[in-house]
Each structure stands twice: as structure tokens, then as C-alpha cells.
């Protein structure tokens, strides 16, 4: 069983910078692609960002590109999500998810572990 904790959201001005942190558990993280999705009040879940199993490719959401960075340190089993420039409607809850594949995913259906969430709000 793989277990997913992210960490690191909270209130920030527009304009400022977080990084989220996703542990997690297992020995075959370094297998698998990971993916960070976000999900605003009211509104569907949507995809971020994704880093294939050895950091090697990533792809972004148009909304963040410029403005976020995914990594992965696959001996410390965590995917990081680096924010910067946050806008008010980059508020969301921040999920990392695993991938059922080695390559960079955006879509949610192919992702079979999720974690359970961090709030970001970015106030204006």
C-alpha cells in the first residue's frame, strides 16, 4: 500500500512563493510518475504538473508554466511543487498523486494513488 502526505500550503499575498512537499511511502516510488492536481471550491479537480519517474521530463498545466516547478529527490521518496508568483485564483487544495506509468501523465484517470490534500490560498 503507498501512502501519499503532502505538506506545505498555507496563506500567502499575491505575488509570494511556496513549495509543497509530497512523502511518500513504498520502495517503488522511483518507479512511477508523479503528478500534482488542484481543486478550487465548487470546481472540478485539474491537473498541474507532472514529472516522469526519474525527473527526467515534466509537463505543466498552461495556467502554471513560468510560475511553478515540479521535482522529485527519489531517495527521500518526495515530489516537490515550487510556487512562485501565486495568484489569488491559483487558490485550490493541492493533491500529489502516483501514476500507473514511468512517463509524465495529466490525466487523473491514470493516476491510482492520491494523497489527501494541502489548502493554498493566496489572498489579493
Known amino acids: 500500500q503507498v501512502q501519499l502526505v503532502e505538506s506545505g500550503g498555507g496563506l500567502v499575498q499575491a505575488g509570494g512563493s511556496l513549495r509543497l512537499s509530497c512523502a511518500a511511502s513504498g520502495r517503488t516510488f522511483s518507479t512511477y510518475a508523479m503528478g500534482w492536481f488542484r481543486q478550487a471550491p465548487g470546481k472540478e479537480r485539474i491537473f498541474v504538473a507532472t514529472?516522469?519517474?526519474?525527473?527526467?521530463?515534466?509537463y505543466y498545466a498552461d495556467s502554471v508554466k513560468g510560475r511553478v516547478t515540479i521535482s522529485r529527490d527519489n531517495p527521500k521518496n518526495t515530489v516537490y511543487l515550487q510556487m512562485n508568483g501565486l495568484k489569488p485564483e491559483d487558490t485550490a487544495v493541492y493533491y500529489c498523486?502516483?501514476?500507473?506509468?514511468?512517463?509524465?501523465?495529466?490525466?487523473?484517470?491514470?493516476?491510482?494513488?492520491w494523497g489527501q490534500g494541502t489548502q493554498v490560498t493566496v489572498s489579493s
Open positions: 514529472i516522469s519517474w526519474n525527473g527526467g521530463m515534466t
Open positions: 498523486a502516483r501514476a500507473r506509468a514511468s512517463t509524465v501523465v495529466t490525466a487523473d484517470q491514470r493516476y491510482d494513488y
